[in-house]
């Protein structure tokens, strides 16, 4: 964990990455602005993950005096700049659409993040980078609901499908060229989307290499070993 301080006069227009700059991470109340890159880093594999059009963060960093204007107890991860209430937004047919939190939820699984999550309502999730697991629900009043954002979601009645691991070109199913776009991959030939690298990655170390690729195959052919 890196938090770094910035201004948002003087820092406001710095771009983190791609898709986020300082001044999005404002509190409203503060010309200071404390931003944890974990949570940057995070936040673009997410946006690339979903293919979003945009990501709207609605609450950064907070003073302590404005995290209790709106709730909190004046401690928690928004004033350590360690969390973030997003919306991801999409296209479709050229119209931008908001992603529901249970898909934002499920996309954060996916990508390995067994930190901070947390459902709010709707639309929209808090995200931190605290050291240990906290999923939780607030709309419903739930701290904990277990490991598996899937099961949870189904149980609140939305069901949402799981990607189909070695199906990296996204076509629906597992074929021999989802093994050579792997491949490709391990010997740096390609570059795999977020998508992509949580398909590929069979063995589930964050890594895609020529195991993988192998392991793919073997899936293919109906083969073990």
Known sequence: MAVKTYSKSRDGAVKLSPHFQVREFASPDSDTIKIDTNLVDILE???DYLGCSKIIITSGYRTAAYDKKVGGNGSGYHVKGQAADINCWYKVNGREERYHGGVICCALQELGWTRGIGWIAGNAVHVDTRTTRYWFDEQNGNRSI???WYAYMAAKGRRIPRPVKGD???????????????LQAALGKVTLTEKQKVAADMSGDGAVDSTDAREILQQVLGKDD
């Open 168 to 182: 990296v070109d996204g076509d629906g199913k597992v074929t021999s060229t989802d093994a050579r776009i792997a």
């Open 146 to 148: 277990g490991s598996d």
């Open 45 to 47: 594999r997410l946006f």
